[in-house]
């Protein structure tokens, strides 16, 4: 499974009720991207969840796909925000801290060691495939890349 299944959305008894409807707690869930963050009920919720879901929306959500929002774009460029926290040096207690003040997301922080782990060996997967084929630089990029994960 991967981790952005694994991501789900605080409070979601409480925005169930203002929305006065249901949706799955995962976050990246069909209906949860449909109902939650690109759904008619915004004005029914709360300001505070508000502002974190149209900021969830905004910054994952932004793509012209045809699919949008079930095109995988949304997933994709979480993954990229967990790497990025984690380049800022924040291990996986911090990274739920910090989706969850801005998004009103969680994760358990078992789940993003794993995924954080997962995504240091295909890096040195990556890495020992562009050694053997003489790509240094690709190997050094990528071993930089990987350095900044650790
Ligand atoms: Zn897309």
């Known amino acids: ?3 952005t299944d694994k991501i789900y959305v605080k409070n979601h008894q409480q925005l169930a009720s203002q929305l006065e409807t249901s949706f799955p707690k995962g976050a990246f869930k069909g209906a949860t991207l449909d109902i939650l963050f690109q759904g008619e ?11 974190r879901v149209l900021d969830f929306a905004e910054d994952f959500l932004d793509c012209d796909c045809e699919a949008n929002p079930h095109c995988g774009c949304a997933e994709r460029k979480f993954i990229s925000y967990l790497l990025e926290l984690r380049e800022q040096g924040m ?7 910090v989706m969850s003040d801005d998004y009103m997301l969680y994760a358990y922080p078992g789940d993003v060691l794993s995924f954080l782990d997962n ?21 050094e990029d990528v071993q930089q890349k990987r350095q900044r994960l650790l």
């Open 119 to 139: 995504s240091v060996r295909t890096l040195e997967a990556v890495e020992t495939l562009a050694d053997v084929d003489g790509r240094d630089d690709v190997a």
């Open 1 to 3: 499974m991967a981790i």
């Open 91 to 97: 291990g996986p207690d911090a990274i739920v801290d």
């Open 41 to 51: 009920g915004l004005a029914k919720l709360d300001e505070a969840s508000r502002e």
